[in-house]
């Protein structure tokens, strides 16, 4: 059985995300099979700014972005499968799944086109052993 973590632990670890991605990192939306975490990107659709701050204090052990602007103007044509998110410098913070239903990061449509728009409808992350 995996070790259970105190609701306050876990909110904890959750808004640890926000603060090493700091002031005004990137949600990065990629295709294809997702890395191990933090390895190689496979093709990027689309590269939006987060929030000057990335999410409010997590509750109840659930972290939720603050609202993320659309991308008018998508890199690549693809399935969006996967996401990364970066600080304003683009380094490393966190991958997690992407798609329109059951994933952290949830689309309004996954099939992403070159030149046209992605909408993220919400982004959400849950610690572990709740």
Excluded at 31 to 52: E, F, K, M, Q, V
Excluded at 120 to 127: E, F, G, H, P, R
């Amino acid at each position: 059985m995996a070790v259970g973590y105190a609701e306050t632990l876990r909110n904890a670890k959750l808004d640890e995300i926000t603060t090493a991605i700091g002031a005004s990192g990137f949600l990065d939306i990629y295709d294809g099979a997702r890395p191990a975490t933090g390895g190689a990107i496979t093709t990027l659709l689309a590269h939006l700014p987060l929030s000057a701050t990335f999410a409010p204090a997590a509750t109840g052990g659930t972290l939720t972005a603050n609202a993320i602007s659309d991308d008018t103007a998508a890199d690549a044509s693809g399935t969006a499968t996967w996401f990364r998110l970066t600080d304003s410098g683009s380094v490393f913070v966190a991958d997690g799944d992407a798609g329109t239903a059951g994933t952290e990061l949830i689309l309004d449509d996954d099939a992403i086109v070159a030149g046209g728009t992605v909408t993220v409808n919400s982004l959400v992350v849950t610690a572990g052993n709740a």
